[in-house]
Every structure is written in C-alpha cells, then in structure tokens.
C-alpha cells in the first residue's frame, strides 16, 4: 500500500507540474482586466492548452468518461509533442468500475488536415466490485464487508487518428478516434491487459 501511496502522489505532482508549466507560459497583463483575471482563466487562455473530452469505452461497449488538459510542449510543421493529463472512469455492468487519473507524453504527426497521435503513458486506477462483498464473521459466519475497492497501477498506450482543420485557417476544434491498450496491476497476481475505444474532442479558447 505504502508503494501505490506514493504512485498516486507522484501523479498529483506531476499534474501540478503541468499547471506550473502552463503558468509560466502566461505573459502577465498589466490591463486592470489582467490584474482581475483569475488563475483558472490564465490556465484556461493559455495558447498551448486545450482542454480535452473522450468516451471511454472500455471493452468499446462498456461505457466511461475522461476530462483533461492537453498540453503542447514542442510545435513544428511536421510534428508536435504534447502533454496530457486525464481523469476519467467507466462502468462495466455486473463486473466492475473504475476510476483513473493518468498522464501521458504525445506525438501528433499533422497530415494536411488529418493527424495521427501516438501516445504513452501511466496512471493510477481504483476498481470496485459491481456486487456485495461478504467476509468471514468473528463467529465464523458471514457479513457484509465494505466496498472500498482495489488500487491499481495502469501503464498505457493509444493510438488516434483525428481532424484538425487546415493550416490556412486555425480551428478551436480537434476531433479523434482510436484505441487505447493499458494494463490493470495486482489482478490475480498478473497484470491484466484492457483495450477501450477513444472518441472526443479538444478545445482551445485561445490559438497559437
């Protein structure tokens, strides 16, 4: 436990790296409008964020949902490498659910208005049994047990392919689709390997 302790801690670190990097990206306004603008708008008017929207279909039917930021780090004509941070959860009926948080370093190869997006990453994910659970009594019976889930760690990759808009005219919009393998720590003693389905968007308030 001690172990996974510190994994979930790590994640929030790195998250809250990614918010200091965002920070600092922002030129400050000496505008009264500046001055009164808060740190929530800065992150969100940044030029290299977007925030991001996806179906997380684990299994591709079992539906979910991820909320993220996504982060550019290196913008050229022929790739762009980015930064994402993501949390999300989906609900397997009778058999489980999930929630996750995790991030992942991006390559994104622009194809005129196309684009294809390889992505790797790690994240922490808890599961809960879709059931009661029940537990050997004191007198040798059974009770009910409380249901606070399972920690695991879940290394992952995906491969999208999405649309951007052409380079004469910048769009806010992103769409995608493609897949995501990631693997499900202290299953049974293995590692359980998962495959979802990715469909969503990105939205940037303020172009580069």
């Known amino acids: 436990m001690k172990t996974k302790g510190i994994l979930f801690t790590g994640l929030l670190l790195i998250l809250g790296a990614q918010n200091g990097f965002c920070r600092k990206?922002?030129?400050?306004?000496?505008?009264?409008?500046?001055?009164?603008?808060?740190?929530?708008?800065?992150f969100i008017y940044n030029e290299k964020v977007a925030l991001k929207v996806d179906y997380f279909g684990e299994l591709v039917l079992h539906p979910g949902l991820c909320l993220g930021v996504d982060y550019t780090l290196i913008r050229k004509n022929l790739v762009i490498v980015h930064w994402d941070s993501e949390f999300g959860g989906y609900w397997h009926k009778w058999n489980n659910s999930a929630l996750f948080l995790k991030t992942s370093i991006g390559?994104?190869?622009?194809?005129?208005?196309?684009?294809?997006?390889?992505?790797?990453?790690?994240?922490?994910?808890?599961?809960?049994?879709?059931?009661?659970?029940?537990?050997?009594?004191?007198?040798?019976?059974?009770?009910?047990?409380?249901?606070?889930?399972?920690?695991?760690?879940?290394?992952?990759?995906?491969?999208?392919?999405?649309?951007?808009?052409?380079?004469?005219?910048?769009?806010?919009?992103?769409?995608?689709?493609?897949?995501?393998?990631?693997?499900?720590?202290?299953?049974?003693?293995?590692?359980?390997?998962?495959?979802?389905?990715?469909?969503?968007?990105?939205?940037?308030?303020?172009?580069q």
């Open 25 to 42: 990206d922002v030129h400050p306004d000496v505008s009264p409008e500046g001055k009164t603008q808060g740190a929530l708008s800065r």
């Open 107 to 207: 390559t994104r190869f622009p194809i005129k208005s196309m684009f294809v997006d390889l992505n790797l990453g790690a994240g922490y994910m808890h599961s809960f049994v879709a059931g009661t659970i029940y537990q050997k009594s004191s007198d040798g019976g059974l009770e009910r047990a409380a249901n606070r889930g399972h920690s695991h760690f879940m290394p992952g990759t995906s491969l999208l392919f999405g649309w951007a808009g052409n380079k004469k005219k910048q769009h806010p919009w992103s769409f995608h689709i493609g897949a995501e393998i990631y693997l499900q720590s202290s299953f049974n003693h293995i590692f359980l390997p998962h495959a979802a389905a990715k469909v969503g968007f990105t939205y940037k308030f303020k172009e």
